[in-house]
Structures are given as C-alpha cells and as structure tokens.
C-alpha cells in the first residue's frame, strides 16, 4: 500500500490547459509488486494523497502486535486501565521503535475512555447506575463470548464463575482481548455477570465517571505522567454522552492548557503531530 500510495509523486499534476499536459509521465511509477499471495503491477489510479500516507492505527498489545506497532503505527489503540499498566506499556512499545529506526514521538498511544459526565459526581454516578441496568444478560453474555474465541457462555450461571477449563484461545482472534478478559476475571474473582456489567459498558476500555473536573484530573494526570498520548473517547451513548463530554470537559481542558483551541493543520496528520512521509521516488531522484 505504501507503494501504490507513492505511484505519483506529489507535483506530477500540473493540469495545464495551456500544453495540454494533465501530468509528468516521469514522474508515475509502477511498483512491480510480487509477494507470496498476490501481485500488482501499478500504478494506483489516483494522485498521491493529501497526507502522503493514511495515519497508520493498530489496534493490539500481544508481543507480535507491539512489534507491529513499533514498526509501521503511528496510533496506537489498546485497553490501558490502570496508569501503572499504561506508563509500562508506553515505555516498552516505545522502547522497541528504536531497532525501526523511528523516532517515538511518531506513535500515539492512545487507549479508549468512556466518559461518563455528571455537572457531579453524585449525578455521574447516577447516570452510570442507570447505563449498567440497561445491559440485558443475553447481550452480556453475547459480548464477552465474542471476546472468548466465540465460547458459548449461555448454559452456564449468570452469576457463577467463568468455565475457565473449558475456554480455549483461538489463534485466529485477539488474543490480547482474550487475555485481558481472562486475567480480569481471575484477578478479581467476577461472576459473568459482574464480568460482563464491567466489560459491556466501554468494551473493556476504561470508564471514568465524575464531574468534568473530575475526569479531567484523570485524563491530566495519565497525560502528564507519560502513560499516554491522548484518548480515543468512546461515550456510552450518543449523541448525548459525546455533547456532555465536549460542552463540560473539553473547556475545562483547554483551561488548564491541555486542549487545543484551534485545529494545527487541515489533516489528521497535522493534528496528531506526525511528519508527512516523504515519496519515496522523489527522495531518491538526483537534484
């Protein structure tokens, strides 16, 4: 893909009427790809686009997928639930870019969060009591046998414990969800019940309830810490959890310097502060 994003260089389109030259034939490129599954000569049917490449974002945190990471990602989404967990992760994942030679302010790290906004705390915590009553047994149940290689969790007790002996790993599903249900389960002895009340809700992101002040002492102190480089946020419901997120935290984040006030840029890339990758063919014509 990389390639057939770099089939023309940036300034092959000069559309000029005048000479009637849409564009500078030396500078298309085929890329003459032959792998093991397929191949593809080239060239894409489209100018270089606006970013040079797609941010690149992976989604994983098995040892192969941190190595992936730390290879081609440039964001990176994964559960962090505590700031212990998520400062660990951000060294080790960025630790390994080096052997890639990136420079490891090009990843962000930026776990989900699912926000639940109160003008209280009291009032967040009503809101999230009412959100967890709403989670029916069968989709409980539905999603975390998704998470568990697709085991069927229906003929066991709602609130008895996981069939632990009988849930096997599928190498062809996630197996860093997999674990992370796994492991909490066992950690803190949950029922399915309990198991699936704490998962559903954010997808076994990380929930943080509380007035705005509130959950922006948590995201400043995950931000500051270096656990993270910022949040993907994911609110309970929409479109009502995402205005009270942007109507009463947003503000009190750019109040504290956190947040920006206008947008740097006109793309994703601009905004997330990663460099325009360079075509790779004009890099290597003479000057």
């Not at 990389?2 to 089939?7: E, F, I, P, Q, Y």
């Not at 052997?99 to 809101?127: F, Q, S």
């Not at 909490?184 to 997808?203: F, H, Q």
């Amino acid at each position: 893909m990389r390639g057939l994003w770099d089939s023309y260089e940036d300034d092959a389109f000069v559309r000029d009427r005048e000479s009637a030259r849409y564009f500078i034939p030396e500078k298309l490129h085929h890329l003459n790809h032959k792998g093991k599954f397929f191949s593809v000569r080239g060239p894409l049917n489209a100018a270089r686009p606006p970013q040079g490449h797609p941010v690149f974002a992976q989604a994983g945190s098995s040892e192969v997928g941190r190595d992936f990471a730390a290879e081609i990602a440039e964001v990176v989404f994964t559960p962090l639930l505590t700031l212990d967990n998520a400062k660990a992760f951000c060294a080790d994942l960025k630790g390994r870019m080096a052997k890639y030679g990136r420079d490891p302010a090009h990843l962000n790290i930026m776990p989900g969060l699912n926000p639940i906004v109160g003008r209280t705390d009291e009032e967040a915590e009503e809101k999230h009591q009412f959100l967890q009553s709403m989670i029916h047994p069968d989709v409980g149940r539905m999603l975390l046998s998704t998470e568990l290689a697709g085991f069927d969790l229906r003929p066991f007790p709602v609130d008895g414990p996981l069939p632990y002996d009988l849930i096997k790993e599928d190498p062809k599903s996630s197996k860093g969800t997999f674990r992370y249900v796994i492991d909490m389960a066992r950690r803190d002895n949950l029922s399915i019940r309990e198991l699936y009340m704490r998962y559903a809700g954010a997808r076994g992101q990380r929930t943080v309830k509380g007035s705005p002040q509130r959950i922006a002492d948590e995201m400043e102190a995950w931000f500051l810490s270096g656990a993270v480089d910022g949040f993907l946020v994911q609110p309970a419901i929409l479109p009502g959890g995402l205005d009270d997120f942007a109507t009463l935290v947003i503000p009190e984040l750019q109040r504290r310097g956190l947040f920006r006030t206008e947008y740097e840029g006109r793309t994703l890339r601009d905004r997330l502060g990663l460099p325009r990758p360079p075509n790779r063919y004009a890099k290597a014509r003479p000057s």
